[in-house]
Every structure is written in C-alpha cells, then in structure tokens.
C-alpha cells in the first residue's frame, strides 16, 4: 500500500533545478535509501517532504492527505514526521532524559516511564539518563536523537546520512540497531547516504538521484544488477564493463561467449557483470589454448576480500579486469590463471531514461 507519494515535484533555487519532476512511491512499513552524488538532490528532497522546503510544483502526499501541492503546504510541525540528521542536533544544556522527553507534556504522569521505553527500544544503557550530550559517543548520541525523534511517535522517519560521523564498525553497528528499532516500531523510513553499500543492505527500495532526476527506483537487488545505465551500474559498485556483439540470450566478448539478461536483442552493445560473478581457478602449462586465460598483473590482500587484476591473454587491448577473491589461494602476480564467469551478464537497456 502506498504510503508516501511524491508526485512531479521540482525545485529550483535560483539558476540550479535541485529536483527535477521527481516521482517515487514509499510502501507502508518499508524502508527507502535516496542516494546520489553531492549535489543531486537528496537532502531537498528530504526537507521538502519534512516540509522545510517548499517546492515549486508537485504534490507531497502523505497517507492520502496532501502535505504540499507546489507552494501551497502544511507546516513541518503538523506533519507527523521525525527526522534525524548528521549530527543528531541534541540539546547540549538538556540531560540525555531532556533530550528524549523534549515536547513532551511537563506534568505527564508517565513522562518518565515513557522516557525509559524510548531509551530501551535504542538499546542504550538507562544509567546514561542523567548524562549530557557530550558525556556521549557519537553512536550513543545518534541513538539519543532517534529516542527522541521517536518520542514523537512519527507515521515517516526521515534520517538525513545519521551514521556518517560514526567509524567503519560502529556505523554498520549502528545501522543494524536503528533498522531493527524501526522496523520492529513499524515506522516507514526514509534514509539519505552517499554511503552505496548503506543504502543496498539497510532498504527495502533504492532512489538513485542524479542531477536532480530520479534515474532509477527499485528493489536493492534490481538496481546492483540490472542498473539502468553505467553511470548508475558503477555508482552502486564496481562494474566490469565490455563492449560486447549480442546474440539471442548470449554476448561474445573478451571473456569468450556468456549469457545475458537481454533475450532478442542483437547487435554491439556494452555488457555489465559484478566483479564477483568473475572466478578464476590455477592453469598449468597450456594456458594460452583457453579463450579466457588470464595474466595476473596485481594482487591486492584485503583480508576478507581480495582483488585480483588480470589482462585477458586473448583480448590485448581491453582494459586489466579486477576479480574479487577470497584470502585463500590467491596467484602469484605474472601468473597465469582461467577465468570464468557466474551468472548472466547485465545489458543496459538502450531506450534509456
Ligand atoms: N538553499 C539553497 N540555495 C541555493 N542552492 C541550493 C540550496 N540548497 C541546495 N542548493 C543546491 O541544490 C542542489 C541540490 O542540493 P542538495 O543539498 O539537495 O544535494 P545533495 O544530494 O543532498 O548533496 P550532498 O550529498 O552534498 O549533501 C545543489 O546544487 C545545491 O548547491
């Protein structure tokens, strides 16, 4: 069921157009990542559905009561929507129990109680009630600023990049906990990152914003791997891009002939395959009989995840290919080893967007 509908919505501020007749539904219940280079978009977008920003045309529908209709809207306050951003924008003077009770009745009798529930569903510790703002980690802060946003009892959760001042792990930590909360709270979220592998593993549905266009929308596995175009396909990872001649079903390339997602279309065309959907396994002696053998020219150790890159033996020219690996039995730089591939590979889809 559609909760949220945003409907042509533009934006203009002076000469820049920050959203350009931008239309995207939001499920009851789910999550939304909005992602984008710097400058696409994102954050406009998210003020004008908080409603602190008002948009020149377009409707923001909010379970059917509009919330704007071009410049005509109803104010932020009246909305029902919590919003968290960047850098929590807790009150530095208020206790932590302040903070989170902050809007609610003085005198309400379960005040306190209410305060303990909110800080037990962010999992933070009740003995850090007492404490100020910056008596805080950054993530124990973070979890404080949705305590409170939550305290509102919001239909929409908007969270403007709340995890980018955490570290690698705790960030990841964090993400984990705050869906957990949302989505056992039932809240329907709306995240904005310029975090790719945030936005893939923490929604339900992904907006790719680019120039002030949404480009594409869609589960997290359709935009990895079948983006609408390149610059879409390498914006969500990286992407092995060759020039291909398309058959019914197949695409001959440097990687010898594979099958694609593309039935019936034929002709030259760019293929796309994940660098994970690349194997390679040790060859010994008769290498260069294998359409894809290929020379190790470069071995990256990154623990968990290894990269390989190699130059197609049969394919000079094209650019070295770089394989995702685990730690155990990587090649030895100059060696040489068989490569093959995994899956279909992905062709964009000419008509565009
Ligand atoms: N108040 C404003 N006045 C003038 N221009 C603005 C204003 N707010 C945003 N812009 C411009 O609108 C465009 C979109 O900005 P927006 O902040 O929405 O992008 P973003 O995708 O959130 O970027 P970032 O990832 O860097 O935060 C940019 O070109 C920006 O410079």
């Not at 919505?9 to 820049?16: A, H, L």
């Not at 009561?65 to 929590?88: F, K, M, N, W, Y």
Request: proline share 5%.
């Amino acid at each position: 069921m559609t909760f949220l509908a945003i409907k042509n919505i533009s934006k203009r501020y002076g000469p820049v157009l920050a959203l350009d007749n931008i239309d995207l539904t939001v499920a009851a219940g789910s999550r939304t990542a909005v992602v984008g280079p710097s400058g696409s978009g994102k954050t406009t977008l998210l003020r004008i559905i908080a409603g602190f920003d008002i948009p020149d045309a377009g409707q923001v529908m909010l379970e059917g009561e509009t919330l704007a209709d071009g410049p005509a809207v109803v104010p932020a306050h009246r909305r029902g929507i919590g919003i968290v951003s960047q850098d929590g924008a807790l009150f530095p003077h208020l206790s932590v129990a302040d903070n989170i009770g902050f809007g609610m009745e003085r005198g309400q009798a379960d005040r306190a109680k209410e305060i303990n529930a909110l800080i037990d569903m962010v999992e933070l510790d009740r003995g850090m009630l007492d404490r100020r703002p910056h008596q805080l980690s950054g993530g124990q802060q973070q979890r404080v600023a949705l305590a409170r946003a939550l305290g509102r009892k919001p239909g929409l959760m908007l969270l403007d990049e709340p995890f980018s001042a955490l570290d690698t792990g705790l960030r990841e930590n964090m993400r984990k906990a705050v869906a957990r909360v949302l989505r056992n709270a039932g809240i329907t979220t709306i995240l904005v990152t310029h975090d790719q592998a945030e936005a893939l593993s923490f929604a339900d549905q992904v907006a790719v914003l680019r120039g002030g266009k949404l480009v594409q929308a869609g589960t997290p596995q359709t935009l990895y791997l079948n983006p609408c175009d390149r610059e879409t396909a390498t914006f969500l990872g990286d992407a092995i891009l060759l020039p291909a001649e398309l058959g019914d079903g197949f695409a001959d390339c440097a990687l010898g002939r594979i099958p694609t997602d593309a039935n019936g279309r034929r002709g030259r065309a760019e293929i796309m395959l994940r660098p994970e959907q690349l194997r390679f396994s040790m060859i010994n002696g008769t290498a260069s009989d294998t359409i894809c053998a290929g020379n190790v020219i470069d071995v990256e150790f990154g623990g968990a995840i290894c990269t390989v890159t190699l130059t197609l033996a049969k394919a000079a020219g094209t650019a070295p290919l770089s394989i995702k690996s685990s730690s155990v039995g990587l090649p030895d730089v100059g060696s040489t080893v068989h490569v093959s591939v995994v899956g279909k590979a992905h062709v964009f889809d000419t008509a565009g967007r």
